[in-house]
Nanobody, 120 residues
Framework: QVQVVESGGGLVQAGESLTLSCAAS????????MGWYRQAPGNQRDLVAR???????EYADSVKGRFTISRDNAKNTVYLQMNGLKPEDTDVYYC??????????????WGQGTQVTVSS
């Protein structure tokens, strides 16, 4: 079974920075993509940033130029560096990992979420 664990959320003031981490573990064969999504209560879960095994990067328009996703393949970990945080970035941030496990079965797993709160 593959799982992901997030860390790094918290409360900051507008303009400050935070770094989120997400580590995947378990019977991993491949990690095809890892990314961060965010969701406010009552809203859908939206993509923030995503990186694939082919080094393709995707960002939401609202975070381009402020957020950077990076990946440490040796640690099966992705990081989300968030600079210039705004109050509208306040949400629960979820990590997602997609790939194949050691039995060559597809997995698509989510973390528990980490709260990011930006005060004005």
């Amino acid at each position: 079974q593959v799982q992901v664990v997030e860390s790094g959320g918290g409360l900051v003031q507008a303009g400050e920075s935070l770094t989120l981490s997400c580590a995947a573990s378990g019977n991993i064969f491949t990690i095809n993509a890892m990314g961060w999504y965010r969701q406010a209560p009552g809203n859908q879960r939206d993509l923030v940033a995503r990186v694939t095994s082919g080094h393709s990067y995707e960002y939401a328009d609202s975070v381009k130029g402020r957020f950077t996703i990076s990946r440490d393949n040796a640690k099966n970990t992705v990081y989300l560096q968030m600079n210039g945080l705004k109050p509208e970035d306040t949400d629960v941030y979820y990590c997602n990992a997609l790939g194949y496990d050691s039995h060559r079965r597809i997995y698509d797993v989510w973390g528990q979420g980490t709260q990011v709160t930006v005060s004005s």
